[in-house]
């Protein structure tokens, strides 16, 4: 996943480097911007090759980050990458780095040959005549100079590369700088996940505490009036997405648009303050925002796992070893209690463990919908933004959660279950 997430990242066309400059209000017009580019660029290991090991065609030049300007560098790659051998490719930019500083920038700019042959001609007494004669000579016989067959090259880069130093940054608590406002990830994504937790965790508390009841009980007493109508209730809840619900109750029980009877649940949306607010006073001042939210999630995961729960008691309720506990004299209480429900929950941990991811994605939308300031609005505000050094870590976190969530429920139903054995 790290690998997936690291290399989706690599796939953004925007320069990231250009973006941070600009936002401390540097541009490419300013005589810091190269410095200052290349600092970034180096502290950011760009520099450096993306992986362990590469492979590329024998054409292609692999050191152009580490050995070319920042203006030589899109040029060079263009060419290299048109099948061009080395040597004309160093030649080329060889004579290029000889003119001037202003119109070397521009012809390094271009987009391919016929738009440097034009900027050439254009130029008129900026350079040497003789310098231009060259480069354009050089240009006519490009062709002559095109690979006629290549294989590919395998290349190892050891530790020094990209991935490596991410991974090293990573488990130093350094997830690199928010593309928006240059503030650290980690400290963006901490303050965000505090939101995301209070709402994934109460929605796992309260939506046991009513499902676990409704479940047992319709399990036990199957088909009755109870059970059919409870039954048919929470299948239309959990058949209805979560989103659409949650737009539902917002617009028509947050407002006396429709009646001051429909305003029933307080506004939406979570904002910081300009002051220096800890989140514990934001949660104090702002709980009753969290309501309508929380009992969005809670009712259609509450109608799931109470439908789980439902099944699985009826299934154990119904074999043989409760029929012969029965007949012995036991109370039902205590079949229930010491043999039904034991049982009965292991396959409902299994199926419930798959469950909390999915939470944890529908509590992104809801953070959205309502405006908490989790990090599934946080996601959503840098996908907006193309703030992808935002969002891929996002996107690895929610991954290591799932994972823990899955490894922790085998352990559990291991726990449970007396029959699984580890050796």
Not at 144 to 163: A, D, T
Not at 386 to 399: E, F, Q
Request: net charge positive; aromatic share 14%.
């Amino acid at each position: 996943m790290s690998c997936l997430t690291f290399f989706l990242g690599k796939q953004v066309p925007a320069d990231q480097v250009a973006m941070l400059l600009n936002i401390q209000g540097i541009d490419d017009s300013n005589d810091l911007w190269i410095s200052e580019y290349d600092k970034i660029y180096k502290k950011m290991n760009l520099h450096l090759p993306e992986f362990y090991f590469s492979v590329r065609p024998n054409y292609l030049i692999n050191t152009v980050n580490r050995n070319f300007e920042i203006y030589e560098r899109k040029f060079v790659s263009k060419i290299s990458s048109q099948k061009y051998s080395k040597e004309y490719v160093y030649q080329l930019q060889g004579l290029i780095n000889q003119t001037p500083e202003v119109p070397r920038k521009k012809l390094f700019n271009s987009v391919g040959f016929s738009h440097l042959s034009a900027k050439l001609f254009a130029m008129g007494n900026e350079l040497p005549e003789s310098l231009k004669k060259s480069i354009i000579e050089l240009i006519d016989k490009s062709e002559n100079h095109k690979v006629k067959w290549h294989y590919p090259i395998i290349s190892y880069n050891g530790f020094q590369n990209q991935y490596h130093k991410w991974i090293q940054n990573i488990f130093k608590g350094d997830l690199g700088i928010s593309l928006l406002d240059t503030r650290p990830v980690t400290d963006k994504l901490w303050e965000a996940l505090r939101w995301s937790l209070v709402l994934v965790t109460l929605n796992l508390v309260f939506a046991l505490m009513l499902a676990f009841p409704i479940g047992v009980y319709n399990g036990m007493r199957p088909n009755s009036l109870f059970d059919n109508i409870s039954n048919s209730t929470l299948f239309a809840f959990f058949a209805i997405p979560k989103f659409w619900l949650a737009t539902l109750f917002l617009i028509f029980f947050t407002t006396e648009e429709y009646g001051t009877w429909t305003n029933i649940f307080p506004s939406v949306g979570i904002w910081y303050s300009q002051g220096a607010q800890s989140f514990t006073s934001m949660l104090a001042s702002s709980w009753h925002k969290l309501i309508l939210p929380i009992l969005m999630l809670v009712i259609p995961d509450a109608a799931y796992i109470a439908r789980l729960i439902r099944a699985s008691v009826k299934e154990e309720s119904n074999k043989e070893y409760i029929k012969t506990a029965l007949s012995k004299g036991m109370s039902v209480k205590n079949i229930t209690i010491k043999h039904i429900l034991p049982n009965s929950l292991i396959p409902t941990i299994s199926l419930l463990v798959s469950t909390l991811p999915g939470a944890l994605a529908s509590a992104l939308i809801i953070e959205v919908i309502f405006n908490i300031p989790g990090i599934g609005r946080l996601m959503f505000i840098s996908i907006n933004s193309a703030d992808w050094a935002m969002v891929y870590p996002i996107v690895l976190i929610i991954s290591v959660v799932t994972v823990i969530i899955f490894l922790l429920g085998d352990i559990l139903i291991a726990y449970l279950n007396p029959k699984i054995k580890f050796k």
